[in-house]
């Protein structure tokens, strides 16, 4: 497999002789207000730009939406995909609301999807620790997420786990596939709840070390680093915190346009 990082949570997978656009943020760098009830909402986004001209993006086979917030599927995607492009997302209410753009390939992920011989595995997750997605503002907000499983005979198993923080279902998961390849979003974003205080919403630098030990084997790669306004982890400082737990060389950190042959 080839994993390409493009920029946030936008990834090029390359796998089992497909290739795969995933959650495509495609916006110019600043286009956004941030995101209202988050930390650091003054700050507009993408605050990065990205690494490769828009157009290289869409020679690929099909493209996946884990979900559909504007971190992970934005206006320029919707603007900017080919509407005839195979698209696959979580849910119906997903399914109808890029259908609603024009696109007319949609298709709502199983809990097993074929695509030619490899098979993708729908993934649960939690988009935030439990105070805060038992908050009556922030549960309709954060929504239903999921992580991806790609499996195939001659390819090592991937696991994408998406827009969620260390818990259960994710250990489970680590548990049933028995990944070789494992991506988080680790950039520990948080929004702001007044009775709360900031909360992470994605995996903080604890979480990614978590991760790492439940799966001491895989190949860790940390995703969705310094490019929205609510992450407060930057590359850097994941990097020491894996250096002083002893676990650095398990996980990747890469720049925007960096790829790694798997």
């Known amino acids: 497999m080839r994993f390409t990082q493009i920029r946030s949570a936008t990834v090029i997978i390359e796998f089992a002789g497909h290739k795969f656009l995933i959650d495509p943020m495609l916006a110019e760098k600043d286009a956004y207000p941030g995101f209202p009830g988050t930390v650091n909402s003054h700050i507009r986004f993408p605050t ?40 696959f997302c979580q849910s119906q209410r997903d399914a109808e609301a890029i259908r609603s753009e024009g696109f007319t390939n949609v298709s709502v992920l199983g809990e097993i999807t074929s ?68 991506v988080l979003n680790s950039c520990d974003a948080k929004v702001f709840e007044d009775q709360l205080g900031d909360m992470s919403i994605i995996m903080s630098k604890e979480d990614v070390c978590a991760v790492c030990k439940a799966a001491p084997e895989a190949t860790v790669i940390a995703s969705h680093m310094e490019a929205v306004n609510h992450a407060t982890l930057t590359r850097a400082q994941l990097s020491a915190h894996l250096s002083e737990a002893g676990l650095r060389e398990q996980v990747r950190i890469p720049a925007d346009g960096e790829a790694y042959t798997l």
């Open 115 to 182: 695509f030619g011989a490899l098979s993708i595995h729908k993934t649960p997750g939690q988009h935030g620790g439990d105070k805060i997605v038992e908050s009556g503002l922030w549960k309709e907000v954060l929504g239903d997420v999921c992580g991806l499983v790609f499996k195939h005979p001659d390819e090592k198993t991937l696991y994408i786990v998406g827009d969620t923080v260390w818990y259960e279902g994710v250990q489970r998961s680590i548990e049933r596939h028995k990944p070789a390849v494992i």
């Open 48 to 87: 990065a730009p990205l690494p490769v001209p828009v157009s290289q993006l869409f020679d690929v086979d099909a493209v996946i939406a884990t979900h559909i917030h504007p971190d992970h599927w934005d206006e320029a995607a919707a603007r900017l995909i080919p509407k005839d492009k195979p698209i």
